[in-house]
Nanobody, 124 residues
Framework: QVQLVESGGGSVQAGGSLRLSCVASGYSGNCMGWFRQAPGKEREGVVV????????WYSGSMKGRFTVSQNEAKNTVYLQMNRLEPEDTAMYYC???????????????????WGQGTQVTVSS
């Protein structure tokens, strides 16, 4: 049984940083990522990384501020978020088992496993 457990969320002031972690158990596939959902909005892709790291996709507004990485065992994906803005406030979800070859588009319906989410709140 696949389980994704996120951690690292919290409350920070604008300009601050947070590092999210997602530990996957029972999973050995390719293509993991982070999505986020703000109140009243649809869930959107944030970053995606393939198993060997050759694919690292970032949503446009996150480029330069967010960095995705994974551990050597490939069972933990990290999201380093710098220069956070109030608009980054959302529930952040880890996702796994994305599209074959880990190729865009990275829509929510193309990922088969999801974590419970971790809240990120950025105050101005």
């Amino acid at each position: 049984q696949v389980q994704l457990v996120e951690s690292g969320g919290g409350s920070v002031q604008a300009g601050g940083s947070l590092r999210l972690s997602c530990v996957a158990s029972g999973y050995s596939g390719n293509c993991m990522g982070w999505f986020r959902q703000a109140p009243g909005k649809e869930r959107e892709g944030v970053v995606v990384i393939s198993d060997r790291g050759e694919t690292r996709w970032y949503s446009g507004s996150m480029k330069g501020r967010f960095t995705v990485s994974q551990n050597e065992a490939k069972n933990t994906v990290y999201l380093q978020m710098n220069r956070l803005e109030p608009e980054d406030t959302a529930m952040y979800y880890c996702a796994a088992d994305g599209p074959p070859e880990c190729i865009p588009p990275f829509r929510t319906d193309r990922f088969n496993y999801w974590g419970q989410g971790t809240q990120v709140t950025v105050s101005s």
